[in-house]
Every structure is written in structure tokens, then in C-alpha cells.
């Protein structure tokens, strides 16, 4: 009985061993297809998927900020509110890339054209979970705090955070992107 249960365990051993070296060899080889599809531009293909095309215009949303203004688009009169272009910022409490994010657009707007009337942030989530974002925005965008599937996200269809467009004053996406690096490559300028 004990010859049978000491062959068990080094059976069982063995075969563990054996899926560890195989796992291990299948990691290695999704690092080399992760680094060949960055490579090849995949990475930006799969991402535009979830961007929003230039050129299409938001439907309709009203919105109000944390200090009281009234940002809305309404057909045919355009984004009231706003003297010009708006960056609109998107970011989710859950979502560790908005985190990483954060202090870049922070960055990135403080230094952009038209000031803190024409940046709008809207941060979906719960409102106990919001007040680092908030805290972090505030001083370089009008805020909007709404729900996950709130009536901005759900205006600009997005489906993917963070996620950064430029509005044009008539309603049009003029740029959408999902980094500030990537805002800053296209020389997108508010």
C-alpha cells in the first residue's frame, strides 16, 4: 500500500513538473507574439476599433458640471457652453490605465490652448469612489461625475476608458484617441 502511494505522489509530481515547463513555454511564446503584434502596428488596429472615427458627429447630451455650468449639445446649435473645440476626457474609477493617465492629462491641459473652458472630464462611477480624479481634474477641466453608462459616455459611445476626443464646436469628432501620448503625436491641439 505504501509502494502504491509513494508511486502516486511521484506520478503526480512528475506531471506537474511537466505542465509547469509547458506553461512556462507557452508564456515565452505569447511574449514573442505580444512583442512581433506591437511591432507590426496591431496594437494600434485593435485599439481603433474602440475609438471613435473622426468626422462623426455626438448625438445629443446636457450635462451639468461640479460648479454649476451647463455643457449640452443640442442639433442643429452645436456644443453650448464652449467658445470653440472641447477636449473631452473619459475616465472609469476601475480602470488602472485611467489612473496612469491621469497626471499626463492633468499635465497635457494645463499647457494646452483655451484653458480650463475647454476641457470638460467625465469620470463615470460611483460618487464616494470619484474624489482623487475629481481632485486631480479640477484644476484643468470642468467636471462631470455620472454613472457607468452615464448620458455623456452614452453620447460619445464609449466603450473604452480613458478615452480622450476632441469635439468640434458644430458637434463633429474632430480626433479620438485612447492616451495623451497619443493626443500629443497628432499635434491635436485645443
Do not use: K
Not at 485611467?98 to 467625465?122: I, K, N, S
Amino acid at each position: 500500500m505504501d509502494v502504491v502511494l509513494i508511486a502516486a505522489v511521484v506520478v503526480v509530481g512528475v506531471l506537474g513538473g511537466l505542465n509547469l515547463l509547458l506553461m512556462l513555454a507557452v508564456l515565452r511564446r505569447l511574449r514573442e507574439y505580444d512583442g512581433r503584434w506591437a511591432r507590426s502596428g496591431m496594437d494600434d488596429l485593435a485599439q481603433r476599433r474602440f475609438l471613435p472615427d473622426a468626422g462623426t458627429r455626438v448625438a445629443d447630451f446636457s450635462a451639468t458640471t461640479l460648479d454649476g455650468a451647463e455643457i449640452a449639445l443640442r442639433d442643429p446649435a452645436g456644443v453650448s457652453g464652449v467658445d470653440g473645440p472641447l477636449l473631452v476626457a473619459f475616465f472609469a474609477t476601475g480602470c488602472p490605465a485611467c489612473h496612469d493617465e491621469l497626471p499626463r492629462f492633468v499635465q497635457y491641459a494645463a499647457t494646452a490652448p483655451g484653458g480650463r473652458e475647454r476641457h470638460l472630464a467625465v469620470v463615470s462611477g460611483a460618487p464616494d469612489e470619484v474624489a482623487d480624479v475629481v481632485e486631480a481634474v479640477s484644476p484643468v477641466a470642468r467636471v462631470v461625475v455620472e454613472p457607468d453608462e452615464g448620458p455623456v459616455a452614452t453620447a460619445f459611445s464609449v466603450r473604452r476608458w480613458p478615452l480622450f476626443v476632441l469635439l468640434g464646436q458644430d458637434g463633429t469628432i474632430l480626433a479620438g484617441v485612447g492616451g495623451v501620448s497619443a493626443l500629443e503625436r497628432q499635434a491635436v491641439s485645443v
